[in-house]
């Protein structure tokens, strides 16, 4: 079992920042890919970036990209997600994930574990 725990969310004005972060414990060798997934009212869970665990590649959603950056640091077993330039479309939920299948999926039923979520907030 790997558990998962963010941090960082809150409420910020649009164009301004916001560094999530996702510590995660247990059973963290069996993962290869760690992931953010966001989740805005009466809408689907979505997409935004992910991170290979060993190999430092990452992808990001086509919305995102450009002012979301993904990071790890594997001695804290930590997962960033810095959130710059953010826009009120950007509100959410914010999810950490984490998978043991070998690719870089951005499917959610690829995702094995999932945190509590974190509250963003971006006011217009």
């Known amino acids: 079992q790997v558990q998962l725990v963010e941090s960082g969310g809150g409420l910020v004005q649009a164009g301004g920042s916001l560094r999530l972060a996702c510590a995660a414990s247990g059973r963290t060798v069996s993962v290869y890919t760690m992931g953010w997934f966001r989740q805005a009212p009466g809408k689907e869970r979505e997409f935004v970036a992910l991170i290979s665990w060993s190999a430092d590649r990452t992808y990001y959603a086509d919305s995102v990209k450009g002012r979301f950056t993904i990071s790890r640091d594997n001695a804290k077993n930590t997962v960033y997600l810095q959130m710059n330039s953010l826009k009120p479309e950007d509100t959410a939920v914010y999810y950490c994930?984490?998978?043991?299948?070998?690719?870089?999926?951005?499917?959610?039923?690829?995702?094995?574990?999932w945190g509590q979520g974190t509250q963003v907030t971006v006011s217009s």
């Open positions: 994930t984490a998978s043991t299948w070998s690719g870089l999926p951005i499917r959610r039923d690829k995702y094995d574990y």
